[in-house]
């Protein structure tokens, strides 16, 4: 069993930067890849980018160029840099684990909400 604990989340204006954390805890050696997901009301959650335990990352097409994930591996942590915000970009924002053996997360933390917003 994986814990995931997000912060960082809040209320930026357009063309803001926000820093979106991910710490895990418990089984992380169990972790194959760790990603950010967001959701909106009455949509579904989507993959906004996602990196692996060698460091392979991808993103979001409406993302690249803007968000940039990255780990420290000594902190068990994630985080998602997120640059020139846009109001499409709110959302609430989850971290995700996927596990070996999986190839969809079903670790979840508990959301971060980010609002774009003058």
């Known amino acids: 069993q994986v814990q995931l604990v997000e912060s960082g989340g809040g209320l930026v204006q357009p063309g803001g930067s926000l820093r979106l954390s991910c710490a895990a805890s418990?089984?992380?050696?169990?972790?194959?890849?760790m990603g950010w997901y967001r959701q909106t009301p009455g949509k579904e959650r989507e993959l906004v980018a996602w990196i692996s335990r060698d460091g392979s990352s991808s993103y979001k097409d409406s993302v690249t160029g803007r968000f940039t994930i990255s780990r420290d591996s000594a902190k068990s942590t994630v985080y998602l840099q997120m640059n020139n915000l846009k109001p499409d970009d709110t959302a609430v924002y989850y971290c995700g684990a996927i596990l070996y053996g999986y190839g969809f997360a079903n670790q979840w933390g508990q959301g971060t909400q980010v609002t774009v917003s003058s």
């Open positions: 418990g089984s992380i050696s169990s972790i194959n890849i």
